[in-house]
């Protein structure tokens, strides 16, 4: 059967009565269904007081909630009103007076097979049906972020190209000076000649003299100039040496130390203590941070896998991938999806996670829940003939239904089942693979990848439609025998 959810419910914590608004649980309810609340936990309906009043079996624990969402999950209690009907047609078939002969005998083994047919009905078709409670974890991710700090480095290009153009003045104005010292020279010489010819002359002895104190003149003037140019030389190449030198392409990074020499940057500057680094995981960014601060506040944080800032919200645009766990204090929204090897649930919302995976699985016609690597059963899904195809009557097969075996057992510790300390009622996988193959989802032969068994699923469906076929054969025959004891009585 379907699961019934029309109108709403009205639930207190504390109370077993539920209070239903625009249901009609007097006809889609049964005795035995199991409720699930508006908590998520499923309870035991004990009684149907009316269409809008039910009793669990234990009072509520979750909050008060009023005109809230519920689901009522069919059991096995179809499977035993069907019986009761079954029991009734045998009291009916059982009251026929012992004094009419005739076709008694086939009358008492009718009676015969329908008290077989309604015993194993009253058997009841165990709905395994559990609670799933899917605690989402986190599934998540998140992730961390670090900050890239650009250091900006200025090439020294500008400062080379100084000095290249100071050691050429430098050069021009030392060969300026030897230029002019030679002059100089010559000026001297002339002079020297000047004085020899007006010695030779008389006549041009004062001209030569005035010429040779002119030369004089200009030999002082030059040999001024020329110690002007080797100062200037000197201070150039002074200057010249102070500029950085120009490193040519392919060289190491280097720096230009205080002391006017290159070092080279991976063995110096990457040991150096730089003042200013903090490296205790907790701490947070602040505004009034310096480059270095925020720097180590970074580092010692990625080296924690955790961000931390002053600001409430954290955005990562592309893909993050984690190798240890991620816990989140607030909420966690995934507008993509979620891809995860499953959920770790626990008792209610205070309890203990529990060390098993839960997964839900649609496989196109039925969801499967898994604990581990194990299947554990099937959820019930819709019954609509518009999302069906290749429909046709099942047949009738009283052989088969016959050689059906109820049970009952208890859990064994075997792979994620464990004992459960009570006799629970239902059927063999074995039993029915043998006699009824369409109730059975699974191999009884298949193991899980650790080698524990991977159990087969008994489907509830199948067994509720033999079932009903079989019930409705009985009745027929009931209604037969009774048409015959009609007509013998009036004989």
Do not use: H
């Not at 900050?147 to 480095?153: L, N, P, V």
């Not at 007006?198 to 040779?212: D, P, Q, V």
């Not at 080797?230 to 120009?246: D, F, L, R």
């Not at 464990?418 to 009884?444: C, H, R, Y």
């Amino acid at each position: 059967m379907t699961w019934y959810r029309t109108g709403t419910v009205k639930v207190t914590s504390g109370s077993a009565a539920v209070s239903g608004s625009g249901t009609l649980w007097n006809s889609k309810a049964w005795k035995g269904d199991a409720l699930m609340a508006p908590d998520g936990n499923l309870y035991e309906v004990t009684n149907i007081g009316s269409d809008t009043a039910l009793t669990l079996a234990t009072p509520y624990t979750g909050t008060d909630a009023a005109a809230a969402s519920y689901v009522l999950v069919p059991t096995q209690s179809i499977s035993r009103f069907l019986a009761g009907q079954v029991s009734d047609l045998i009291a009916l078939y059982q009251s026929i007076p012992e004094s009419v002969q005739g076709d008694i005998d086939a009358a008492k083994a009718a009676a015969t097979t329908a008290t077989q047919a309604a015993a194993g009905v009253t058997a009841g078709v165990t709905t395994a049906t559990e609670k799933a409670a899917a605690a989402a974890g986190s599934a998540t991710a998140a992730a961390s972020s670090a900050s890239a700090a650009e250091g900006s480095a200025t090439t020294a290009n500008t400062r080379a190209t100084n000095a290249s153009n100071s050691a050429t003045a430098a050069a021009g104005s030392a060969t300026t000076a030897g230029t002019k010292a030679g002059e100089a020279s010559t000026s001297a010489t002339n002079a020297a000649n000047s004085a020899t010819a007006a010695a030779g002359s008389a006549s041009t002895a004062s001209t030569k003299a005035t010429e040779a104190s002119n030369s004089a003149s200009t030999a002082s003037t030059k040999a001024g100039e020329a110690s002007t140019s080797a100062t200037n030389a000197a201070n150039s190449a002074a200057a010249a040496a102070n500029k950085e030198p120009t490193i040519a392409a392919g060289t190491t990074a280097q720096f230009w130390q205080g002391n006017k020499t290159w070092q080279d940057f991976g063995t110096a500057a990457r040991g150096t203590a730089l003042t200013g680094l903090v490296t205790t995981t907790n701490a947070v960014l602040a505004t009034t941070d310096s480059i270095l601060t925020g720097l180590g506040k970074l580092q010692a944080q990625i080296n924690a896998r955790a961000i931390l800032s002053t600001t409430t919200t954290q955005t990562f645009a592309g893909p993050i991938s984690m190798s240890s766990s991620l816990t989140v204090a607030g909420q966690l929204t995934l507008n993509n999806g979620c891809f995860a090897v499953g959920y770790r649930s626990r008792n209610g919302t205070s309890g203990t996670y529990g060390g098993n995976w839960m997964n839900l699985e649609w496989n196109g016609s039925n969801t499967w829940l898994w604990v581990d690597a194990t299947g554990v059963g099937q959820l019930q899904m819709a019954s609509d003939e518009r999302v069906k195809q290749d429909i046709a009557p099942l047949a009738a097969d009283r052989e088969a239904y016959l050689g059906i075996k109820p049970i009952v057992f208890d859990y064994a510790n075997v792979g994620v089942f464990k004992p459960a300390g009570k006799l629970s009622t239902g059927f063999s996988a074995q039993n029915l693979t043998k006699v009824f193959p369409a109730a059975v989802d699974g191999d009884v032969t298949a193991l899980t990848p650790k080698g524990d068994p991977q159990p087969a699923i008994v489907l509830d469906r199948p067994l509720i439609a033999l079932t009903v076929l079989e019930v409705q054969a009985l009745i027929r025959e009931v209604e037969d025998l009774r048409t015959r004891v009609t007509a013998i009585e009036k004989t």
